[in-house]
């Protein structure tokens, strides 16, 4: 079965994905382009992944910073080392507000996973829940920062039922969670929000099919070299 999965995700490699690329120009104003290139609008404050426990590229990590410009609330499935999170609150405004949840590293064998979710991804998922102290902590961002220690299957998200403007969803990799906080996403979503899903390629069976489902429902985005797919609620 491994050897048919590997071939079968090879295959994927040599023909389009489902859900259609796009260039960043159209993701969001701030990457427009013009006669030079992309735009002096598009400067973020950044921090490269070099060493970091499952960094985005740095092509997706100035993606999330830019989006994070424009918005005030801002949500994360999986904190990890709390990396992009503290980039993220680097590009927002004094007042905005961020809340990143993972699971703390003493619950992580306690995890709600379904019997058909992907093994390996349970695996990592346990592996990267090992942090209780964060990159952010001791940076001024540190006081825009909400941490949530949960499951993300037991989290309430009631209280921010319409707040959210950016929701950034890359906890647990299987079927069972990604559905889970995708839905949970949908109900914090703002009235002008973006969700962003990061994993979006074969490697990551659970999310990639997840999310071919789901572009058969709404529109959805893959943003051209990375592994990024985006959803807005209203189009640019």
């Not at 921090?47 to 830019?66: K, N, P, Y």
């Not at 918005?71 to 503290?86: D, L, N, V």
């Amino acid at each position: 079965m491994l050897k048919l999965r590997r071939q079968k995700n090879r295959s994927f490699n040599l023909r389009q994905y489902p859900i259609s690329k796009v260039d960043l120009s159209s993701v969001a104003p701030c990457f427009s382009i013009n006669e030079y290139g992309i735009t002096a609008n598009s400067a973020v404050s950044f921090i490269g992944g070099e060493g970091i426990v499952a960094s985005l590229t740095d092509r997706e990590t100035w993606v999330l910073a830019g989006l994070s410009k424009s918005a005030k609330k801002i949500f994360e499935f999986g904190t990890c080392s709390g990396k992009t999170t503290h980039v993220m609150a680097l590009n927002t405004s004094e007042d905005a507000e961020l809340f990143t949840l993972t699971i703390h590293p003493d619950e992580a064998d306690k995890l709600f996973f379904d019997a058909k979710d992907d093994r390996r991804h349970r695996e990592v998922a346990e592996l990267e829940a090992k942090f209780i102290k964060f990159y952010y902590e001791g940076h001024p961002t540190e006081k825009k920062i909400t941490q949530i220690f949960s499951d993300s299957k037991k989290f309430d998200e009631t209280e921010l039922t319409g707040k959210i403007d950016l929701i950034f969803i890359d906890g647990a990799h299987t079927k069972s969670y990604v559905e889970n906080d995708t839905k949970k996403a949908f109900r914090m979503l703002s009235s002008q929000g973006v969700i962003v899903w990061h994993d979006y390629k074969p490697d990551a069976p659970d999310v990639f099919k997840y999310l071919n489902e789901l572009s058969k429902t709404i529109e959805l985005m893959h943003i051209k070299d990375t592994d990024l797919v985006l959803y807005r609620k209203h189009p640019v």
